[in-house]
């Protein structure tokens, strides 16, 4: 069965830094394209961040430079380290494992950037 699941998340004041976790079982993690989405409220969901399984990344214009997308495939585990947050990254946000018609999402994790 498959799981995904996102932490990490929480308040943040503006310029502050959050690490989300995305820990994965169920598949065969090292084989998926990760991606962290996000959706704030009223607004459409929007891709943050992607990582291929060659460890390829690609960010959204809005976070490049400030945030940073890796992986760990003894861990099957998907990182999003957020730095110097903006009450706009304020969202809940969502990981993805996808490859060919297979698509797996988390729940999603609350953050909100506040001062």
């Known amino acids: 069965q498959v799981h995904i699941v996102e932490s990490g998340g929480g308040l943040v004041q503006p310029g502050g830094s959050l690490r989300l976790s995305c820990a994965a079982s169920?598949?065969?993690?090292?084989?998926?394209?990760m991606n962290w989405y996000r959706q704030a409220p009223g607004k459409e969901r929007e891709v943050v961040a992607s990582?291929?399984?060659?460890?390829?990344?690609d960010y959204a214009d809005s976070v490049k430079g400030r945030f940073t997308i890796s992986r760990d495939n003894a861990k099957n585990t998907v990182y999003l380290q957020m730095n110097g947050l903006k009450p706009e990254d304020t969202a809940v946000y969502s990981c993805?494992?996808?490859?060919?018609?297979?698509?797996?999402w988390g729940q999603g994790a609350q953050v909100t950037v506040s001062s």
């Open positions: 993805d494992a996808r490859r060919a018609r297979y698509d797996y």
């Open positions: 990582i291929t399984l060659f460890v390829s990344t």
């Open positions: 169920g598949f065969t993690f090292s084989s998926y394209a």
